[in-house]
DNA sequence: ACTCGCTTTAAACACTTGTTTGAAATGAGT
DNA sequence: ACTCATTTCAAACAAGTGTTTAAAGCGAGT
């Protein structure tokens, strides 16, 4: 994934792989001394740099976020001019993207999903950090959408109707590549998939809007 | 969890003790000692009963399945005087209190959540005798649903996009349970869930229908 | 009472793991 | 050229792992 780089400081070549070895086979299968030989590093150095094999995972997790959240830029959704049905799209194409996403980043999502599926102490930071912001974004755009006077349950339980028709596509990927890989197969696919999650979700929305606003439809 | 039977053959009692650990710690972090200790048998058991830990993660998977279908029957959906509105809603409610279920069985859950996420070689079975029958019940109900004229691809997609809303109830509890746990405090609350996946799924699905069928509203 | 197959047991084995150690290498400042 | 703090290294350590072993216990059939 990540080529051996003489001239990077061995500190950070180790967040790096540590990240990556982390995302792949998680905390307690992942082992020092591959982390070390992958970064070209002497085993001593995650205890001489980091402490403890624990410690490193807490910095290798914070450091995924600042790459995921650099990579990511989430301010484009603040602009009044586009429509709430247009943003909700944007919002689940992009989502499906990322959670699909295999390259460098994708495993920085993986580490994040591993958290989620069985927390550490380090969850509550990714909480506040990584995942509430994406959420209230969300649920932001849901609130447009609906009306100011739709109440906050039915908002987010509408939030996680969306939000859970993109998820599989990250923690099921082992049943969806080996039952359904049509559905991902490429780049098209993808988009196809993202539009029927859009248009699914748009036409249920209907029922709960709070808006007189009927100018807004396919 | 499962206290202990001296009547109850060490061979079952290992079983039962092994599906447990593995569920909630997983395979790696669950050590062969901690199994034996509770189940109240000697290390070297495992091996005498089952040749090796990884066998005994097979056998003990396996025997979960077979737990998990004898409590939940799936036979009661193919009766044809039901209107498919109500066999979705049905099979909602159904999912989401399987998912939901915190008792003995719902451990046995967990065990086949984690070969989803973490799949080893026992996934393929699995596949077969435990996700599969339900992909198809549900794709069968929307198939009905939506008319025999709408794409496989449209109903594949749907089905996850219904199969989607149910999951993170199971995969992202750590989030739910922080941040919305209102959505599943009660019975109750978990019924008005379902019901909101439910009416939400329904509302989205008319515009796949190519059914004439127009007496089917909310 | 004795045998014989099955089961249980404590101890040991072989291996991997995270971590420590103390010496060697390195390199900037003088 | 020398110093000294920082970094790297091979080797060893201590603890935990799955597995094996060989002896002891047990229980029905004769």
Redesign the interface.
Known sequence: MSEFNPHEATFDRLLQVAAEVFAEV?F??ATVREICTRANVNVASVNYYFRSKDALYVQALSFAFQEVNRHYPKDHFLDQTIAPEQKLARFIDDLLMKLLDDSQLGCFNKLILRE????TKA??EI?LTC??PQ?TQLEDILQQLLGEKTDK??V???M??I??????FL??R???D???P??IANPLAIQA?AQ??T???L?????FKTLPSGDTDA
């Open positions: 998680g307690r299968d989620i599926y069985e927390p969850l509550d909480l995942i509430m959420l349950l039915t987010q339980r509408s996680w109707s939000l859970g028709q993109c998820l599989p923690h099921s082992s049943i969806i080996r039952l359904y049509e559905l998939t029927h999650i248009q699914f979700s036409q249920a929305l209907k029922q």
